[in-house]
Each structure stands twice: as structure tokens, then as C-alpha cells.
């Protein structure tokens, strides 16, 4: 008997027609004998209701996040009527529903009366989303005779206290993974589990970061040894690049754990970041399908990369990032001026996305996202105040009329002329590239160009990865 565990986005769960392909997905699955863990986000835009009704307490706007609330209860109690037909599965729904929906009023009434929205109140608020969609989710199922039951991971995941980013603990984990979670699975029982969060060691609700509900999906899926672990979404795959950019996109058959770390975290949106890291070391395939084309089989994630022909797969952008470029000549020869950048870096709150240095060392640059470039200029130039006034250093420049592009191929690094392949390409096309980053070991190009560059630019590099993948 197989186990599989499925995680089904925002949009596979957005409304009653989009629940019950979930459902159909789940009941066939289990028909053909194997066991299944289903895992849920919020349904579609809720989260963005949630987030903003936080906002609204914390300015005292009452009748908002009251409002809010209605619109919440009208909605999921709407999708319940049409999946769950009257009885006692659906009078216990709606109980939850309204129980969950007055905590949720409470806490914002708190928020209102402290004047305050901090970020551990904030994960209370907006965990909200999972836990009524995964309280349908289950009863839907049951109301198709799938004995099933809701979950929340806080009951399972066990994390450090970093709010709104928080970091499983996975030993502990793993022991209520084992402890609770599993005799469910051993006693037929479906488990539909809320994605996205998680709990402290004294049951503080805390959230694993927006899109984390791929992340929860692959958690369960190690913790649980599970066979395969599919995301379910609403493309069919893995794409060779956003068809929004490129009408031409194809779907991968194939890609690997590291192809698609790569995709993920340069600004493809089918994935999480974070998704690949629980299952690389007990390498449990990933696959990637549509909820709504459920006979299509998608992108299949394994261990071993497979060189395409043209060795570039895919291509892929990130948008609103800024340039911060750090020089000075007297900078040549001195240890410790990029650590202690990314240091004030890492002290205004921000991830570092790609570097890029000279040889001289007379000047480095790096990219961050827009919303955190200011403060981490500002925390650069006070770490490095005195280089600045001896004019070591001569300035700290941001630039944010830029992209990130980057071409995605197992076996780049090991395969002659790919760099100068791809910028040439960039080359006949009259496209700058201000900066580049490739790693040794890695199956990637990054560089940075103009904003206004971007769909020429991915345009042309598409080009390369479509000659090997079958149309």
C-alpha cells in the first residue's frame, strides 16, 4: 500500500466546483488502494481578507474586519451547503465554522483595543484561512463516504518562534508526526491537514511563510515516508518559462530536485522555495499537477538531473529587485567589507538574491528585494561609516529599474560554451547585462538586466530551452 500525501493550493480550493475535483482527486486515489494525506491552503483570496482585516483592527475600523468576518461565514457556509447535503456532518461543519469565525473576532477586537498588529498575532489571524478550508475539505469528503478527518499542523509541526517565518523543529516533529499522525493513516482515516502552519513547543500558532503550504506537503510527506508527494495547482507543470511572458511555454515532463530549487527560488511561482529541502535526503518524488486537468500527468521532480539537448530548460525572472552596488578604490586588499555588508544586510531584514564582484575588489554589487532596499542601504552605510569618511569607500548606489533572468539546465556547469551560448543570445538581441552570477557546482546563469529588457530577453533565451522539449 502506498502513501501519498497532495497538497492542494488556493485555487484548487477556491470555490464548491473547485472542491469537488479535490474531492473526486482524493476518492479515486484512495479506490486504487493507497493511503492519502491531504493537505490544504486557504481558500482563494482569503488569506489577502485576513492580512487586511489584522490592518483594519489595528486602526481601531471595527466595522472592517466585522464586515470581514460576514463575508468569511456567507462564503465558506455557501460551499458547504452545495458539497454537503443536510445532516450531521454538515450541522457539525457549520458549528466549527461559526466557532473558529468568533475567535477569529475576538482576537481582532484584542488588536483593536491595543492599537497594535504584531507579527505573532498577525500568524493567529491569518491562520484562520487553513483551518475553515480544511474543515470543508474534510466534510466534503465524507459526504463521498471518504472517511476523513481535519487537522491542524499546529497539532503536528512543532517551530521555533520566528513569526510569520517560521522554522520547523524537526525532531520534535517528527515525534507528533509519529505519535498522532500516523495511526490515523494506519486506521483508514483520510487526514485533511491545514498547510501554511505551524505551532511553538507551548502551542502559539506561527506560520512557515506566505506560500508555505507546499512546505507543510513536503513535511508531511518525509515525516510520513509517504511514496510521492503531489502539488496540486492550477497549471499542468513545471513550464519552460511564465506563458504570461511567452505565450510558447511548454510544460517539463522532467526536471530535477535541484532544477527546480533553482526555478523556485528565481521567481517561478509553481513551486515554494523551501518545498524540495524535507524530501531531497529521503528522495521522495514530487510531482506536479492540475486540479482542474487531473488525467494530464504533469512534471515529475526526482534526484537525478537529465541534460537536455540544449542543456538550457527553463527560464525565469524575478521583478521589483534593486542593485546596490558598494565601490571604492580603497577598498582593494581590505579583508571583511563584503561580510560586514551582508551582515548590515542581513540586520535590515533582507535576503540577498544574487552577487556579483569584481576581480579588482574595487567594487561589488548584490540585489535584494525593492521593499527592503532603503534600509539596507541606510544599515550599509552606518556598518561602514568610517570607510565612507576616510573615502575607502566612495558610495553605496542602488539601482531598481532592473530584473533578475535566469537559465536553468542540469549539466550547465560541466557543459563548454552554455555562458557564452546564452549571452551571445543576449548580445543579438542589443540587451545589456549589468551583472552575472554562476555558481561552480550549480545549473544555473543568473544575470541582471534593464526592467525594460525583460520579455525581450526571456523571449530570446526561450528560444534556446524550446528546441529540446516536445511541443
Known amino acids: 500500500m502506498k502513501t501519498i500525501t497532495m497538497k492542494?493550493?488556493?485555487?484548487s480550493v477556491g470555490s464548491p466546483e473547485a472542491i469537488a475535483n479535490v474531492v473526486n482527486i482524493v476518492k479515486v486515489c484512495r479506490e486504487e488502494g493507497n493511503r492519502v494525506i491531504v493537505v490544504v491552503s486557504a481558500m482563494s483570496g482569503v488569506t489577502d481578507q485576513l492580512l487586511n482585516s489584522?490592518?483594519?483592527?489595528a486602526s481601531g475600523n471595527k466595522w472592517g474586519y466585522l464586515s470581514t468576518s460576514e463575508k468569511l461565514r456567507d462564503r465558506h457556509e455557501d460551499t458547504l451547503n452545495l458539497l454537503v447535503p443536510p445532516g450531521s456532518v454538515r450541522e457539525k461543519t457549520f458549528s466549527q465554522i461559526k466557532s473558529l469565525l468568533e475567535e477569529y473576532v475576538e482576537i481582532c477586537h484584542a488588536v483593536s483595543i491595543l492599537g497594535e498588529e504584531t507579527p505573532r498575532i498577525s500568524d493567529s489571524i491569518v491562520a484562520y484561512g487553513e483551518r475553515l478550508s480544511s474543515r470543508i475539505v474534510a466534510a466534503a469528503l465524507k459526504a463521498q463516504s471518504v472517511e476523513a478527518a481535519a487537522f491542524d499542523a499546529g497539532d503536528f509541526i512543532v517551530t521555533d518562534d520566528r513569526f510569520q517565518s517560521a522554522s520547523p523543529l524537526w525532531d520534535e516533529t517528527q515525534a507528533r508526526i509519529d505519535g498522532k499522525l500516523v495511526p490515523s493513516l494506519v486506521e483508514g482515516v483520510t487526514p485533511v491537514i491545514t498547510g501554511f502552519i505551524g505551532a511553538t513547543r507551548t502551542g502559539t500558532i506561527t506560520t512557515l511563510g506566505r506560500g508555505g503550504s507546499d512546505y507543510s506537503g513536503a513535511i508531511f510527506a518525509a515525516g510520513t515516508n509517504s511514496d510521492e508527494l503531489v502539488i496540486w495547482t492550477d497549471v499542468d507543470g513545471v513550464m519552460t518559462t511564465d506563458p504570461r511572458v511567452d505565450k510558447r511555454a511548454r510544460v517539463l515532463p522532467y526536471v530535477s530536485y535541484q532544477e527546480v530549487g533553482e526555478l523556485a527560488f528565481y521567481g517561478a511561482k509553481v513551486l515554494h522555495p523551501k518545498t524540495v529541502q524535507p524530501v531531497l535526503d529521503k528522495a521522495i518524488p514530487i510531482r506536479v499537477r492540475?486540479?482542474?486537468n487531473p488525467t494530464y500527468p504533469g512534471t515529475l521532480i526526482g534526484e537525478t538531473g537529465e541534460p537536455s539537448e540544449?542543456?538550457?530548460k527553463a527560464v525565469t525572472s524575478i521583478k521589483k529587485v534593486s542593485l546596490l552596488t558598494v565601490s571604492g578604490k580603497g577598498m582593494i586588499?581590505?579583508?571583511?567589507?563584503a561580510g560586514r555588508t551582508f551582515h548590515a544586510t542581513a540586520s535590515a531584514?533582507?535576503?540577498?538574491?544574487?552577487?556579483?564582484?569584481?576581480?579588482?575588489?574595487q567594487s561589488f554589487c548584490f540585489l535584494v528585494t525593492d521593499g527592503t532596499a532603503d534600509a539596507v542601504k541606510e544599515s550599509i552605510?552606518?556598518?561602514l561609516a568610517s570607510e565612507i569618511a576616510t573615502r575607502d569607500i566612495d558610495r553605496v548606489d542602488i539601482r531598481s529599474d532592473v530584473v533578475i533572468i535566469t537559465a536553468v539546465g542540469a549539466g550547465m556547469s560541466g557543459t563548454p560554451g552554455v555562458a557564452g551560448r546564452v549571452f551571445s543570445t543576449m548580445g543579438n538581441n542589443r540587451i545589456n547585462v549589468v551583472a552575472i552570477a554562476q555558481g561552480s557546482s550549480e545549473c544555473s546563469i543568473s544575470f541582471v538586466v534593464a526592467e525594460a529588457d525583460l520579455e525581450r530577453a526571456v523571449i530570446a533565451l526561450h528560444d534556446l530551452a524550446l528546441e529540446s522539449v516536445p511541443a
Open 8 to 11: 492542494f493550493g488556493g485555487t
Open 54 to 57: 489584522a490592518k483594519m483592527a
Open 290 to 292: 492540475n486540479t482542474f
Open 310 to 312: 540544449t542543456v538550457i
Open 333 to 337: 586588499g581590505v579583508p571583511g567589507i
Open 349 to 361: 531584514g533582507a535576503s540577498i538574491l544574487m552577487i556579483s564582484q569584481s576581480s579588482s575588489e
Open 381 to 383: 552605510e552606518i556598518q
